[in-house]
């Protein structure tokens, strides 16, 4: 969404907007982008296109305002309601989100990685060819990507599933066998023979999806990460999308980095555009004051 766009919409909510530069950068929740236009990151809470507005005239302002979008972190100085902190559960963060107030992302941006191996020392991007791939990108920055839906790979794929579920098929017990196997497909892969899955393959658009890379959530998850150093081989460091590569002389910086590797830091978390509980804290605290000091001079009341 273009800034004019934005302030727009928020033409008869003027009198919130009427607070300062610095705090409108800081009490956002994200760190990245145009945040004092914004009041939010341009990739962190997206504005999506459609849902802009609602679906239906309103003659309320709050209403408006609320509703611009549910995808969106609200700025704290210009949401309706009073921001609260609530701690989150140390325990209950996902890895890639360790220290962060949330516990999960808004955006959609790719994941990013590093090799801080002495003769590499650089950064590594994913390959990204949507005229080729599809891409399936998490709340968690998990990154999952198959062939286009309209590829010769898949219409086949599509054509046989269709056949399977075809009133032909579910007589002659053609299509319970194939949901059995693939059932053990995602289940336990490893129990299936190779033929076994590539039969599935075959027929289920679904085992397309390769997973590049994924955080481990809960405890039966698991972290997988396929990314490797095209100039050493080995597995590459998932870093947040902050992370800025030092140059490759760099020592000071590159001895920083490998500290922070040893001691077992959350490279993704601790680069990461979200704010921190003890940052969000902070936030909440300031926009609280600002907003009581302004209220009184306006003479205004809000709910919260």
Sequence with gaps: MSCRRYLTLFACWEPLLTHSRADKTRLVGCKIGDVAIRGCSRGCCPY?????????????????????????????????WAPEYDPPNPEQQP????????????????PKFICPERPCRRSIKPVYDPDRFEYDISEWQDWRV????TSPELVEVRRNSNRLHSRQSVLNGEKAAFEKLRNQYYNDPSSLSEEERDFVKKNDPEAWWRTVVSTKRVWWQVTVNLKRCPSCGKEALRVGSNFRI???KDEKAW???EDMIRE?????AKFSPCATSEEWKNMVDRANVIREERNKGEGVSFAG
């Design 48 to 80: 999506p296109d459609s849902e802009v507005l609602p679906p239906f005239p309103t003659s309320s302002p709050t209403s408006n305002a609320m509703k611009v979008s549910g995808n969106t972190r609200h700025h704290l100085l210009t949401q309706y």
């Design 95 to 110: 890895e890639g989100r360790a220290g962060l107030y949330f516990n999960q992302c808004m955006s959609s941006y790719g």
């Design 146 to 149: 198959r062939p286009l839906w």
């Design 246 to 248: 030092p140059k490759r």
């Design 255 to 257: 001895r920083e980095i």
């Design 264 to 268: 077992g830091e959350d490279m993704v």
